[in-house]
């Protein structure tokens, strides 16, 4: 796959999951949705694992090295999946956005070269500017139902998952490739949400789909889940993080278009601000982080 076409397919699939999240909460909660849309991971990963295991092809500790990012990458999986019960789809990427602001955060605590960030004021203005926009987006969104303090919850704390479990896979799994990277994690991370929707969902209603459900089910693990996190491994070894977080900041926008005419959802003013707040807050993050860095990253351990 060229490049290129794999970063439109990251963008497009990421700004469809709202969306498609969005349509299955007329179907099903948020524990089964998690359940069901997670269970393309052993679909699509379990031959691939069981061929390299097979061929001796597992590096060395990897089981080991995997249970830190499944335990971050659960965590952001059950905050995301609920987040639409709580949530318009065109609230979700914006306040997502926020991501990368834990994870600069999380990288103080464990990656020493991260913390020389600390002295650059643009970072901080940054900072200040993320938390601003979440602000303007709850408040903005609270005025018109589209939003809810236990929704603004669950996004930052998807958020801070995704973070976590970013930081992580860059310290625990340099050694391993991408591939049997996320397949050992997501094989990891399956039980646990397939024992939350056994315990909290619903799960029984899977009786009552009908076989178009299934197959946008599907899809939409396949497309948010099973590839893209792949996906986006290719994208940043080769464009590298700057690059690649600068394009992502297209998705809230594609986001809203794709909200507004499969739903009729529309922003106030007030969360449009927000928007701009939190895409600018973005940007003045990976500026602190490349005057920081540099432009040589060591994209290897990605």
Same mark, same amino acid.
């Given at each position: ?25 007329? %179907?099903? =909660?948020?524990?089964? /949705?998690?359940?069901?849309?997670? @269970? $393309?991971? *052993? ?6 694992? &069981? ?34 019960? %709580?949530? =318009?789809?065109n609230? /979700?990427?914006?306040?997502?956005? @926020? $991501?990368f *602001? ?6 103080? &605590? ?20 993320t ?25 930052l ?14 310290k ?28 909290f969902g ?46 992502f ?12 005419l ?41």
């Amino acid at each position: 796959m060229k490049y290129p076409a794999a970063f439109v397919l990251v963008v497009l699939s990421w700004a469809s999951m709202p969306l498609f999240m969005k349509y299955f909460t007329g %179907f099903m =909660d948020g524990w089964t /949705m998690n359940g069901l849309r997670y @269970s $393309t991971v *052993l679909i699509i990963w379990s031959p691939y694992l &069981l061929l390299k295991w097979r061929q001796k092809q597992f590096t060395p500790g990897i089981f080991r090295d995997a249970r830190y990012p499944a335990l971050a990458h659960l965590f952001g999986q059950v905050c995301w999946g609920l987040a639409p019960y %709580f949530n =318009d789809a065109n609230m /979700m990427h914006f306040i997502g956005r @926020s $991501t990368f *602001l834990f994870m600069i955060l999380f990288s103080f &605590l464990i990656l020493h070269e991260e913390r020389r960030l600390i002295g650059r004021p643009v970072f901080w203005i940054g900072v200040f500017a993320t938390i601003s926009g979440v602000v303007l987006m709850y408040i903005g969104g609270a005025r018109v139902g589209s939003t809810s303090p236990l929704g603004v919850l669950l996004l930052l704390g998807a958020g801070a998952g995704w973070a976590a479990y970013g930081v992580a896979i860059k310290k625990c799994m340099g050694a391993h490739s991408s591939r049997l990277s996320f397949g050992v994690i997501g094989l990891y991370t399956l039980p646990g949400i397939w024992l939350l929707m056994f315990v909290f969902g619903d799960w029984r209603v899977m009786a009552d789909f009908d076989l178009p459900l299934w197959g946008w089910i599907a899809l939409s693990g396949i497309l948010g889940i099973a590839l893209a996190h792949v996906l986006l491994y290719v994208v940043i070894k080769r464009y590298g993080p700057i690059v690649s977080d600068g394009v992502f900041q297209l998705i809230p926008f594609v986001t809203v278009v794709g909200a507004y005419l499969l739903f009729g959802e529309t922003m106030t003013w007030l969360q449009w601000l927000g928007g701009f707040v939190l895409i600018g807050a973005i940007s003045a993050l990976l500026k602190a982080k490349r005057q920081s860095m540099g432009t040589q990253w060591d994209e290897s351990k990605i």
